[in-house]
DNA sequence: ATGAAAGCGCTAACAG
DNA sequence: CTGTTAGCGCTTTCAT
């Protein structure tokens, strides 16, 4: 179906429209420096030749690539939400975005690599697993920017959601609602986890709540969290939990206990992932800020390229929480 | 943090080693012809000075990008399994993979788009949303094969699991489990819909259950399956649906009715979703073979790319089906 | 086994 | 406004 002959270079338009290469280039980079009657026929032969502009070569020449590479958990939705994020506060800026995908066997060190190979100009890396100090040496070469894991390092540059206001959220919410006895799920050595947990000991404090204090070893996974119900012992009138997934096991634990979900018991999740927005769930949840995230992600990595300025190495976005069903007043 | 200093080239290894450019490039590329000493000196010098090699440059003079472009939902959790399925079967042969994400307010227009610049020379759409014309349009350009909908042109490449296939797969496991009265609740205008609705129906044909046969429109979201459950007159034995979201809306939809799983009514949904594997859902499901399908796809781009003869422009792959915790015999 | 030279497709100086 | 010249960093002949 193809045909046979080589896509047309930039020279083809160049000899086809009777002008130099160099004034086609103008002509297709948009730069000033045409008349508009060439740039008309440039372009006009441009289209009808089905020229695209090879953006290696040209990448190669201009000496940068306006790359901007991003390290992602293909598997990973929460991550599939802020790739989404990326583009859009990337669109306007001259930089193009270039994806490389962690998955179970390809991991986060291949995937950084390959970036490097495009020459990218920054890194954002999404819910990194390297350690710091590896991804310290790679500050070294380029500027780094982690999203959603507090790593603590002065080379690297951090974004991420405010884990332990996430739960004072939480637990303020359900104090609102007349809960005391309040116990959390928490979500082990998961990144995140040794924040909420703090949140919810702070909060439940602040509240004058400190013999009501209760947190239940649990994890990421929906089995996590039911197996975690049953180490509850006493059940109290409200759970938070580390994160969406782990409390649909929650919800479900306290489903085939007879439990009422909210009217016996209310349930708070975190990330506001799809699986909280089922109707059928209907989870109150905390959210994290995307969209800030993934702005101040893409700006802080251009200023680094920039060579800016920046006052601060990490920044901190509040979450906010969002009320479903879940919870209800006691 | 970063130094200063340009990125080292080959040239730079290449003096530093004492050897020609076109040596280290063999050595780098490794490709035959340097001494083994040679070799590792040159490999030494590149390590220590942090060379990596500018894909770019290289991909340029060598005329071909060995690029696989790949277009991909990101919000869309089947994909992810795709993409990983493609990086594995992309591992060995030397060709890269390079993805393009659509996105809400990125279209699959502009996935492809860029994926064009890159000069990559054939892409993977999963899921593709265009046009049949559209993307056979773009197969003029370079080989187009799109995986998992099943688009009807001679110049493009199809690779999608057999859905009739996976319908009759559910019915059968149902009609050996006892089960006469069999509910299909529908993905309406769906990709896939029409083929797992024939499914169902040829099925119960076939096993002489013609007088049974009731479709249920529903949808592909937890609400559609919810809702279709309330559209059924008299409760079967078995239901059939769409897919593993929609299932989990039957699920609920069917407790809340005080109607047991799998003692009352079995469930079979559609996908092997990671919902489906929740341990406390524990759905029995149809799931498409991804591995087949990813490496059928990536074969078939490059036998594309070679320019050699293929049969048949359509694969399509069996499903097998995971029996799980919501079927049981009548 | 190694090196010299040419050039991939494009952009950036500089001339004119 | 337009053309000429020189590469970007690499691979690829073709010599040696």
Redesign the pocket.
């Known amino acids: 179906m193809r045909t046979g002959e080589?896509r047309p270079?930039?020279?083809d338009v160049a000899a086809q429209a009777?002008?130099?290469?160099?004034?086609?280039?103008?002509v297709?980079?948009e730069?000033?420096?045409?008349?508009?009657?060439?740039r008309r026929r440039v372009l006009e032969v441009a289209e009808q030749l089905g020229?695209h502009?090879?953006a290696r070569?040209?990448l190669?020449?201009?000496?940068r690539s306006r790359l901007l590479g991003v390290v992602f958990g293909v598997q990973h939705a929460f991550h599939g939400d802020l790739v989404t994020g990326l583009y859009d506060a990337a669109e306007d800026l001259k930089y193009e975005l270039t994806l490389s995908a962690v998955t179970e066997r390809r991991g986060e060190r291949r995937a950084i690599q390959a970036l490097l190979q495009d020459r990218c100009e920054a890194l954002i890396v999404l819910g990194p697993q390297s350690s710091t100090a590896s991804l310290a040496a790679l500050s070294a070469r380029l500027p780094v920017v982690a999203v959603g894991r507090g790593l603590r390092h002065r080379a690297l540059d951090v974004v991420r959601s405010d884990d332990v206001l996430g739960l004072h959220l939480a637990v303020d919410h359900l104090v609102a609602l007349g809960h005391r006895r309040i116990v959390h799920i928490d979500g082990g050595r998961m990144p995140g986890a040794a924040e909420r947990r703090r949140g919810y000991r702070e909060a439940m404090r602040r509240h004058g709540l400190d013999d009501e204090i209760r947190v239940v070893p649990g994890g990421p996974t929906g089995e996590d969290g039911a197996a975690a119900v049953s180490l509850i012992r006493d059940l109290p009138t409200a759970i938070t939990v580390f994160n969406d997934l782990a409390s649909t096991g929650v919800l479900d634990a306290l489903r085939r206990a007879g439990v009422s979900v909210p009217e016996d018991v209310s349930v708070i999740g975190y990330d506001d992932s799809r699986l909280a927005r089922l109707t059928y769930l209907d989870l109150t949840t905390i959210a994290q800020d995307t969209a800030s995230m993934t702005t101040l992600a893409v700006t802080r990595a251009l200023a680094r390229i920039e060579g800016e300025k920046v006052p601060q190495r990490e920044l901190v976005i509040p979450p906010h929480l969002v009320p479903r069903g879940t919870t209800a007043a006691l």
């Open positions: 080589r270079t930039l020279a009777g002008v130099s290469t160099a004034l086609a280039s103008i297709m980079r730069a000033p420096g045409a008349s508009a009657a060439t020229y502009p090879d070569a040209r190669l020449r201009s000496g």
